[in-house]
């Protein structure tokens, strides 16, 4: 059974960068069958696709927030991060990770309410 876990801050200010982490349970992130995504919803809203990680460390972001954000990984940990830059009160969401395979978004975290001050 896999499971996704988030882990960062849930209150940040305005002008600085939010951190967060997955981890990964019960599978692997250098799996090749697998891509690693997180997907945020703002309040009001519906799910927005911020981009994904592959097997191999390659990236994919959505075009319109790929200069607003970065994502890392640890494989020692299984893990990867999201990396967003200069956060504005737009920012305050649920951030979910999950686990996209064969084009379904199989497996979430649980997700984790992020609010940014102004």
């Known amino acids: 059974q896999v499971q996704l876990q988030e882990s960062g801050p849930d209150l940040v200010k305005s002008s600085q960068t939010l951190s967060l982490t997955c981890t990964v349970f019960g599978g692997s992130i250098t799996s090749n069958v697998d891509y690693w995504t997180w997907i945020r919803q703002a309040p009001g809203k519906g799910l927005e696709w911020m981009g994904s990680?592959?097997?191999?460390?390659?990236?994919s972001y959505s075009p319109s927030l790929k200069s607003h954000f970065t994502m890392s990984r640890d494989t020692s940990k299984n893990q990867f991060s999201l990396h967003v830059t200069s956060v504005t009160p737009q920012d305050t969401a649920v951030y979910y990770c999950v686990r996209e395979r064969e084009a379904a978004l199989d497996y979430w975290g649980q997700g984790t309410q992020v609010t940014v001050s102004s």
């Open positions: 990680l592959a097997y191999d460390g390659s990236y």
